[in-house]
């Protein structure tokens, strides 16, 4: 269905992707011969004429660089064809635009895309290199700090696998999300300095770059008799375009990535330097390239900085000019919605309507009116949260300092809607404070999700509770007058990263079994349901999960010493460390297994023998995240060393979760472990992730928990937990947590072990804030949930021992979780948001 046509004559100047007219540029752009012979070849030309090293003298960056330029090689044809393409055929796009992708690392990735993973990995054996090596050797870009930035980086390989055409618009940030350490089981950051070897992936354009101002002030001015504002800028920085190859699974196509990179304009530096204050000009040039230095690592509670706001305004001012200028040129600006739809991540991006607006009315000198009406055509808002101090704001005084143009628009926009808002419900003072996009507590500020919310086409959430929440406690108002906007779109990954290539065992299972469409075509999956009957299957099925356990386990052991034992039910909790994804209650399940053995409630022989393992970074201003690490760290240490336990509780908790760790943890584990307290997790995608891999999911009523439990059935899902409704009514009749302390003994004693110091050589101190905060100021209700997890947790144990039934469990998990692919989620933003069709 996505399969492309090949041009029938290649060689014809109208079908010639450079489009040139010199004799030999017309002849084919083709990749390097397909054969292994071909593709050695490619390698030492590589090596030898961009790296200049022989082989016999090559380091390993130098091979891996070769590699991955040869693997280039192979795709740039399509990549350029594609480029003509979309310049002749004017195809209506998707410009994402989003401040996170969390890519992962692109070697495996682009080599399954292009077909040429058993053809690259003869080729290094022929060599004498260990392909695994050069796997290694890839420093993962991580531009994003979770689900967020890997839900973008999902999006963009299933949009290339459709033939949709994309261009996905970030920031090349130098530093990214940091990596993380832990000494004496704390939280110690240390910078990602990604890029000190280079990346092959990416194509800088210098001569691409955009300019992107900042600061000064506005005026107006008389044009023939029409009064215009224009924006007279303080200062200005470069964006410089990076490229970066999307490639599509198996179909030639490749979309683009660019990033930008910020450098100081010549201008700037020269104005300075004419001062005569040499020092003052190399200042200048660092305070200009800090734009894109680093990743904010904040997740859920942006800090409202400065220097991000520069960041978002950067990003998108340089996006909008480049899709105006390389891609619209020099056709009809009112035609604009026929050719793109700017879809904003979160809203980091939101900046992008007044800048548009800006574009069209000071520049391009439209009516505002008539602005408006193509702005309004031109954005789709996703959000991404419920959690009110995640909702973005930007103080007037800010914003007005740095982009005062901005400001001025965004109040024209804010005046023009609310008198609408006045038309339809009259002089409702209540209705017209609440819904205005200027709060005016605690200080005057911007609320980014209700510019986002006038400006867009449609808004959606990303599963069907939190979209539901939204329109009904969220943005309750806008939702009544503005009926139709809202959408929900679930979120999806996907399935060529997270299952082929991440679990191959489990890949050539399913492929044995029902052939390779299900790969671009996920619910194919649901064929897999007869095989859950199969005995043979199954057992094929648990080798598949054994080996993957096995392999997870080199990894621990070389990457950070762990031993881990085999038998172990595998139970992981892996995702971004915050109070409302509820680490903690996970914790207090494993103390209260702890306690009862120590103290000689229970037998240690009588407990299934489990492995927990936690993956989680804390913002680094998120003390109480930290604290959380600390004591996870703290529990693993006593418990994995007291002999009293038998070896049958272990706590691992490997630094620095990532894509690359995502990719060896996820396929080994039995429980999945999705515990937030309902209505706070939007979707979650990591509880996807292990469904589609044959872990078995704990979890409460949230997010797109609820689609996978509907999906999978109750009898292949272990839920636990208030549902929203009823979490609303105990917040509403006054949650007190040390009710629920005192009337549970296990609590109880779970509690009590940790505040006594048991975990931190005696001192209560080092977990007081942990064990006062649930006690008596929890949000997100830990102690309400408690009994009922325990509950659900002993369930999990009894159905783990019946082998056969867990399995047959697993099966169907994979079998019926189709629905979470992002090309689904893909086509769904297609059919209801963005109107774009494929491509031929
Ligand atoms: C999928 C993924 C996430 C998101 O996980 P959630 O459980 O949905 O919060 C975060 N980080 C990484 C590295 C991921 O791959």
New binding site residues.
Partial sequence: MYRRTVPENPNSPATHPLGATHPLALAPVTGPASSVDGFVRQFLRNLNYERGVPLSASSVNDRYFALAMTVRDYLMARWLEDLRRQRETKPKGVCYLSAEY?L?RQLDNNLLASGLGEIATEAMAQCGIDIDEMRAQEVEPGL????????AACFIDSLATMSVPNVGYGIRYEYGIFRQTFVDGQQVEQPDAWLTLGSPWEFPHPEGARKVAFGGHTETYDDGGVTRSRWVPGWHVQAVPYNYMVPGYLNGRVNTLRLWSAVATDAFDLRIFNSGDYEEAVRAQTFAENISKVLYPEDSTPQGKELRLQQQYFFVAASISDFLATTLGDDDIATLPDRVIFQLNDTHPVIAVPELMRVLVDERHLEWDAAWEITKQCFAYTCHTLLPEALEVWSVDLLGRLLPRHLEIIYRINDDFLDEVRERFGDDEMRIRNMSIISEFPERSVRMAYLATVAGSKVNGVAELHSQLLRDKVLPDFNEFFPGKFTNVT?G?TPRR?VRLANPGLSELITEAIGTGWLTDLERLRELESYAENPDFRAAFGEVKAANKRRLNEVLFERDGFEVSDGHMLDVM???LHEY?RQMLKVLHIVTQYESITSGRVEAADIQPRTFIF?AKAAPGYAMAKRIIHLVNAVGSVVNADPRVEGRLKVLFPPN???????RV?PAADLSE?ISLAGK?A???????FALNGALTIGTDD?ANVEIRELVGDDNFFLFGMSEPQVEDLWAAGYKPADFYQADDNLRRAMDLIASGAFSDGDKSVFEPIVSNLLYDDRFMVLADYSSYIAAQARVDAAYADTDAWTRSAILNVARCGFFSSDRSMRDYIDRIWHTPPML
């Fill in positions: 969390l992962g994003g700090n979770g689900g967020l930035g890997r839900l979120n990954i997270f892996v995702k971004r994804k993956g979760y990532n894509v690359t760790l995502a990719e996820i999705q997790e979707s979650g995608t990591g509880n996807m992730k997010g």
